[in-house]
């Protein structure tokens, strides 16, 4: 790699790595926030919400990522014409699109780690969020263990623990279920366990007493040793196995089979959109530093600065943006419709081909 090269390179990439730790840092203490008051309102440790944190980071950097790369590109270029280098090398005999060569070296490491986060990272960091949330949703013990409060881990029942030892053993405990319209019961028990096991939660009761009220005043009472209650909702365990379409590898998105189709409740165009976008927003990270670059060294050296340029790969940035959501809307609609999805890299690479071109010829642009 020539030193040229080397040199707007090695600026480009340091300037895209502070800026996307400082996207990501901004984007993940905005949903640390929510997911700090949701953990903690439902009784999780602080070890479970930076677990929570970590797995949502590959999503957020996959949001950030190209919007960084973008910024990089406008700040980097911005210097590099305040300080009269690119005029410079213009004057050595560099063209635009010899000029673009590093750019285009930084749009493919850019491209690189979009592949390797839509790929791989994301899809597994969301199927392990997903399976991490359903577990903590099936373990009822965090709901339960509260000394001396009631507590309501299903709607219709409610229970109450004097004491609680340090092994979860509930001491001198109230369940009251009032779940059947015709009747209510309540159990007192001297001692207590909740056992999670599968998709839910039970609680075996130990040496009791169960109260049972029916109609017009009638009381009956039984004892018991051992009683078990399911304090599962009536639906736990749906969620849980149902297969989620983001979380899938892109082979299988491709593939598209019924057993999938069916698992996810998705259809085939949804499938196709999801997989080939995989491949579209790298390219589209990937490209769009390419061309704000060539839009910004096509108005030549100015003392009034870039700040015409900058606005004008803002707004292009923008328009293929809305280009690319548009197409995805259109991939949902129709499985035949999957190649939509890189319009909007198609865009970016013939917009960026062409802004070069015309940077070879001044004066006719000037024209």
């Known amino acids: 790699m020539a030193r040229f090269d080397r040199y707007v390179l090695s600026l480009m990439l340091a300037v895209f790595a502070f800026f996307a730790f400082v996207l990501v840092a901004v984007y993940w203490v905005n949903r640390a926030v929510r997911l700090f008051e949701q953990l903690i309102a439902d009784g999780q440790t602080a070890a479970v919400f930076l677990e929570f944190s970590l797995l949502t980071l590959p999503n957020v950097t996959r949001l950030v990522l190209p919007i960084a790369a973008f910024v990089a590109t406008l700040h980097a270029t911005n210097r590099l014409s305040g300080e009269s280098e690119l005029v410079v090398m213009q004057a050595t005999g560099f063209s635009p699109a010899r000029l673009a060569r590093p750019v285009l070296y930084f749009g493919l490491i850019v491209a690189l780690l979009m592949s390797v986060l839509m790929h791989w990272l994301v899809p597994v960091s969301r199927a392990e969020l997903t399976k991490r949330s359903d577990a903590i949703e099936r373990n009822v013990v965090a709901g339960l263990l509260v000394e001396g409060a009631f507590v309501n881990p299903v709607p219709g ?16 405990t109230l369940l009251s279920d009032m779940r059947d319209a015709s009747g209510r019961a309540d159990y007192f028990s001297e001692r207590a366990f909740v056992v999670t096991e599968g998709s839910g939660a039970s609680l075996v009761m130990v040496d009791g007493m169960a109260m049972t009220s029916r ?49 996810t409740g998705a259809s085939r165009a949804q499938f196709l959109q999801e997989g080939h976008e995989r491949f579209a927003q790298p390219l589209m990270a990937g490209l769009i530093p390419v061309m704000a670059f060539a839009i910004l060294i096509l108005g030549g050296f100015s003392r ?46 013939t917009l960026s081909a062409l802004t070069l071109w015309l940077g070879t010829r001044p004066r006719r642009w000037a024209a």
Request: proline letters at 6%; aromatic letters at 6%.
């Open 215 to 263: 109609g017009e005043g009638g009381l009956e009472v039984t004892r018991f040793e051992n009683l078990t209650f399911d304090l599962a909702p009536p639906d736990a365990g749906v969620a849980g196995g149902r297969v989620i379409m983001r979380e899938l590898p892109t082979w299988r998105l491709l593939a598209a089979t019924p057993g999938d189709l069916s698992a």
């Open 157 to 172: 029942i409610t229970l109450y623990a004097r004491d609680i030892t340090d092994l979860g053993e509930l001491r001198h």
């Open 304 to 349: 009034m600065g870039l700040v015409p340029q900058i606005a004008a790969a803002v707004v292009v940035a923008i328009l293929l943006q809305v280009v690319a959501n548009a197409a995805s809307d259109i991939a949902v609609r129709s499985a035949a419709a999957w190649p939509a999805v890189y319009l909007a890299p198609a865009m970016a690479a």
